[in-house]
Structures are given as C-alpha cells and as structure tokens.
C-alpha cells in the first residue's frame, strides 16, 4: 500500500512530511508553484513523485483497482488502458500559444482566419494552418471557467523531470502538475522523473511550468466512460512561453497531457531554442555504421506516422551495415564550440503508434514492447496478450477471440477495427535491443545529415539532396504528407507539414525559416540536408508502394552516408537537388522491376512546376508576409531550373 505525500488541502500543510520526500525540502521556486496551483485547483492530496519503483507499482495497482488499468497478464509488467472514445488524439483545434503579441506566434493568414465553432469553448481563438493563438486576457477568461476546484476529490501529483539525461548540457528540467496516475506511469517511462531531479531547481525560472488535469474534479455528475476521466467540452492545451508553462485541461491521452513531449520539448521547446541558438525538431535520431566500422549519425524529420519509429529501429537488408536508435520522435540540436552540430533525444522512452508495428514491420520495436510497457486503446485477448491491425495475424488466422480496444468481443469478421488506429505503447528505451551506446550521452552526436520525409504517393522521387542550407531549408519548408490518424484529420488528404512540425511549432513559422536560415555560420560543420520518400506509387500514385521500405531503405542511407563523405561520383545534378547517378544506387538483391526503379527517380516537369506552384501559393496565403524572401528565392531557382530543361 502506498502512502504517498499527503497534504491537507484545507490548509496546503506542505510543510508536513511527505512521501519519502519533506515539503519544505523542496526548493522554495517549486514549493511557491506548487501552492499557486493547488490553490485554485484545490486537489484533496498531494502527493510528490520520487520516481521510485514502489511508487511506480503502486500506482499502477491503484489504476488497477479503480478500473482504469488491466494488467496483461501473458506479459510482463505490461497494462492496458482503454480510453473513453472521446479521447483518442492530439487535439490540434484546441492546442494553442498564447502571447502578448499574435504575430509572434502566428503569421497572418492572407485571406483571414479559420472559423472557429463556438462548441470548442474557447473564446477569440485565432486559428491558421501553422498554428493557433489566444491573448493572455482570452486564456485568462477560458482558465476561469476551468481551472477553480477542477482537482477536487482527486489527487495532484507533482512530477519533477529532466528532458534529456539528468545534468546534460542540453538538457532542461520541467515540473508537471497532474490529476492522472495514467500521466504519472506514463511520464515515468517517457521522461528522468523523481527526486533525483530535485536537486537541479534552484529557482523557478529554471524548470517548465506544467499543470495537467483530466477536468472531472469528484464527485461529478458527468458520465465516465471506461473508467477514463476526461472533459471533451472544455479540452485546451495552451502554452505561455512568456511564463514558461504549459497548461492542459480535460485530455489524458498523451500528445495532450504528457506535457514533456509535444508541449515542452517541441512547442516551448522550439521557443527556448530560437532564443538561445539551436534547435528542437521532430526528428529521430539513429547511428549508422558501414561495413568498414565508420559511424555516422543521421536526424530525420517526417509527419507523425510516417516511419520514424520505423527508421530509428530498422534492421538493415544489406549485409554489413549496422543502424542503431538514439531517439524516434524529438531532437534537441546545438552547434558546440568546434561548429559541430550536437544532438540529444530529449525523452527516456517511446510512445509509438501500434498497428503496423509487427515482426516484419519492425522487430526491434517488438522486442522492445515485451515488457514493463503500458499499452493505450489496443485489442487484448482474453488470457492477456496485446493485439493490433498489421501485427502478424498467427492469432486472428488461428480464430482467437479478441477484445477490442473498445472492450468488445471481437472476431476477425468484425466491421470495426480491434485496435484504434492511434493506439499506443509506451516503453522505457533503454530496452530497446538496438539503443545506441551513445543515446544518453550529455553532450549529444554529432549529426552529419539531416533528412526530410513525407507520404507523397506521387510525384515525388526516393532521394534528392539540398545544393546547400539555404536550399535544404526551403526542402523543410515545403514538406507534405499524406494525413494520419495521430490527430483529429480525416481521410487521406495531403497536408502540408513543413518541417514535419505543423502541430508543434510554437512561434511564428516565418520566424522559424529565418531562424534556420541564420544557423548556418562560418566555421560550422553544417549537415548536409536530403529529403526522402518511401511512399512513391505506380500509375501516378494510384497503383502500389514501388519502393519496398523498412529494411531495404539503408540503400538509401548508404547513399546519404557516402555523400556526407563528399562522395561526388554517386551524385548528379538535377533541377529539384542532387539525385543518386543511374547505376550508384546501390540496387544488388532488390528484387524489383527495373521500371519501378525507374518511375521511383522520374521527375515529371509538369508535376513539378505544379507542385511549386501549390507551395507558392500555400506560402503566400498562410506564412504571407512572415516569410523571409531567401525561402521564396530558392522556389524561384527550382522553377528556373525546370523551365531551362
Ligand atoms: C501523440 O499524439 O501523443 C504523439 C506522440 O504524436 P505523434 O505520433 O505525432 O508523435
Ligand atoms: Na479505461
Ligand atoms: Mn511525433
């Protein structure tokens, strides 16, 4: 039984002891944030993490108890939480920055703003295609209606934590206030938590202010629906970069209450960075190394899931080469002092996307997942093993009687999917077989290149590579992919994603290209910068994947790794960027026609001088003014280049 920190609400006696941890031990900054919060929240409890594995446990028998949580029992130390359908994803309509000024956050769109349904209960929300921005007196009004006895009945957990390991030069420490134990166990996992973080805080301005609450204080007349607290209504995730603080109310699911992943490391994140000179990008990160021992290490940015998870644990085809996984969502950048550029994954674990994650998908991740992970809104038998669309099908061929993510019987004849097509795991990293020797390394890897991706079906070719920086931004700038299941989008449109960071930048997008554009110093080693495409398909993107990805597209890291050699020989030039040269491409084994390698290195004139026109366009409506003129130049060279063949 635990008997964590118990403050008495009434008096917020934090000066009583607590679980294994004193009140007035805590650093005066996290003591004054702490009683803010719980003044207007006013939890029954309180209870500081120290991270500790008995708290961990007993957390999870608590969820267990109260209904929240199953243990699986065919594996080991793994859970499962079925979430109320409301609350599935991201909510990108209400996840918004708020500062003084609009155009700091948000460019002005050309042709005004997006409607705003008044049912999102969030008053004079500006909503644009890179972002969404709310005036500190419309945040305050919104958190009036919310904040005041929301934790009632329940208790606030304070979880300390370090985004990146704990004491690194690139790291930085955040504080989450939560109602969830959910959010807890899965922070736990996600980040450094606990009492070891404590002892960085020596002030408030040192540390993220995070306050999460599922919205439901106790006792509630709302309906819960399978034991998952959550207030859809009044769901807001708003960011103040002006005071350092995220605040979420009425989601547990986690893009919108993990506050270290998508809030802090990405959207402050990306805030904090401009500011002092380096980058947070949605990017994983792997080392490579060749048949003769050279180790490189590669960042790579594409949409939500488009295969980062992926790439970070791929399993080579080609004999010789080995890949190994620093990080599969986030990465925190900066040039040291002899203009290298240094890379941290600022999480501890993975929060990745289950359908499609299979033994031939990705192994590595599999055997990553077999233990101590918790599971969100996947199908589970009934004797407690995890089932998924895409994973190998042994279990549903052989005519197992599943549960669905929806708590329903389910057969493989049934219309509806077993799992949510945005169920989760979330495991520790460090069990992943292939977690590269270097992954907590304080000062970061060096990264030699930086790769851009999307779903583009057509179009599009497998490989191409930036002439130089300026070039390699506007490739970051111009990135789309078809939409996924990661946020509320419907369908499978193509989107726009530049940078793969649509969802996640935290200031102006146009503030953003200059502030890439300003990186590139003398006397720095810059990446070079390429951009992918494992998503290419026959008859113009109507017919079938002509690449055939996962393993086999180490070809194509082989051919980024020996052009970050300067390897010339392999290149040509063509009006798009540098493409591999017929006959480089390492293509041994592959068991493809030749016109599919052909129609996956085409470039069509027509669909490219289409294509730029629609990114002009999209430019000019949405980033406006904002956008600094030397992005829009490289659109123009691209033009020219394809109207002088
Ligand atoms: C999330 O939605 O919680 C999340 C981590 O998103 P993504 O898959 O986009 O990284
Ligand atoms: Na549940
Ligand atoms: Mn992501």
Redesign the pocket.
């Known amino acids: 039984q635990m008997s964590p920190v118990l403050a008495d609400n009434k008096m917020l006696k934090l000066k009583k002891s607590c679980y294994k941890c004193n009140m007035t031990d805590l650093p005066q900054g996290l003591q004054n944030f702490i009683e803010e919060k719980a003044r207007v929240c006013q939890p029954d409890k309180i209870h500081i993490c120290d991270g500790s594995i008995e708290e961990y446990n007993a957390l999870l028998e608590l969820l267990q108890v109260n209904g929240s949580l199953q243990k699986l029992e065919k594996m080991d130390d793994c859970w499962l939480a079925l979430t109320d359908p409301k609350d599935v ?2 909510v990108e309509s209400r996840t918004f920055i708020c500062t003084k000024s609009m155009r700091d956050t948000i460019p002005t769109p050309k042709h005004g703003f997006k409607e705003v349904d008044s049912s999102l209960n969030l008053r004079n929300l500006k909503c644009t295609a890179l972002g969404n921005w709310m005036s500190p007196e419309d945040l305050e009004y919104e958190l009036g209606r919310r904040l005041p006895g929301c934790m009632k009945g329940r208790t606030m957990y304070v979880v300390p934590y370090s985004m990146g390991s704990v004491g690194g030069s690139i790291s930085k420490i955040g504080v989450e206030l939560t109602d969830s134990p959910y959010v807890v166990c899965n922070m736990r996992i996600m980040t450094r938590m606990g009492i070891k973080i404590l002892g960085k805080i020596e002030d408030e301005s040192v540390f993220v202010k995070c306050l999460h609450t599922v919205g439901v204080p106790l006792p509630t007349k709302m309906t819960i629906v399978n034991n998952w607290p959550c207030n859809p209504e009044m769901t807001m995730v708003a960011h103040l970069p002006e005071k350092n603080e995220v605040i979420s109310f009425g989601s547990g ?3 919108n209450s ?1 506050l270290g ?2 809030c802090f490391a990405l959207r402050l994140g990306s805030i904090i960075a401009k500011r002092e000179g380096w980058m947070a990008e949605h990017m994983l990160i792997l080392g490579i190394t060749n048949p003769q021992g050279v180790k490189k290490y590669i960042a790579a940015a594409f949409p ?2 488009c295969g980062k998870t992926n790439l970070a644990m791929m399993t080579p085809s080609v004999p010789g080469w080995k890949i190994e996984c620093v990080g599969d ?1 986030i990465a925190w950048m900066k040039f040291n002092e002899k203009g290298e550029l240094r890379a941290i994954n600022p999480e501890n674990g993975f ?1 990745g ?1 289950c359908p499609g994650t299979s033994n031939s998908t990705n192994p590595i991740a599999m055997k990553t997942i077999q233990k101590h992970t918790i599971f969100t809104n996947v199908a589970h038998t009934a004797d407690g093993e995890v089932y998924w669309e895409g994973m190998d099908d042994n279990m549903v061929s052989h005519g197992e009687h599943l549960i669905s993510w929806k708590g329903k019987d389910w057969t493989k004849d049934s219309k509806e999917p077993a799992a949510h097509p ?1 169920s ?1 795991f979330c495991a520790p990293a460090e069990q992943c077989p292939i977690i590269d020797p270097n992954w907590e390394s304080p000062e970061g890897v060096p990264i030699s290149a930086i790769i851009f991706g999307g779903r583009r079906p057509q179009g599009v070719p497998l490989i191409y590579e930036a002439f130089n920086w300026e070039h390699g931004v506007y490739i970051g700038a111009s990135v789309k992919s078809e939409a996924t299941a ?2 509320e989008h419907k369908g499978k449109v193509i989107m726009h994603d530049p940078f793969a960071m649509r ?1 996640f930048f935290g200031y102006n997008f146009g503030d953003y290209c200059k502030h890439w554009l300003s990186l590139s110093k003398e006397g720095r080693k810059m990446p070079k910068i390429f951009h992918v495409n494992w998503f290419r398909k026959s008859d113009n993107g109507q017919g079938s994947f002509l690449w055939p990805g996962f393993g086999e597209n180490i070809r194509v890291l082989e051919w980024i790794f020996k052009r970050t050699d300067g390897d010339d020989s392999i290149a040509q030039k063509t009006p798009i960027g540098y493409m591999p040269k017929v006959d480089s491409f390492d293509m041994e084994g592959l068991n493809i026609p030749v016109g599919c390698i052909q129609e996956l290195f085409s470039l069509d004139k027509q669909f490219w001088l289409g294509e730029l026109e629609e990114i002009e366009k999209y430019f000019d409506q949405n980033v406006n003014i904002s956008m600094p003129n030397e992005v829009l130049d490289q659109l123009s060279s691209i033009r020219e280049r394809f109207l002088n063949i």
Do not use: M, T
Request: aromatic fraction near 12%.
């Open positions: 994803a991201r699911y986690g893009g993990l992943k998508k939500s899931a969502d929060f996307v945005n989760r990661a946020a969802p």
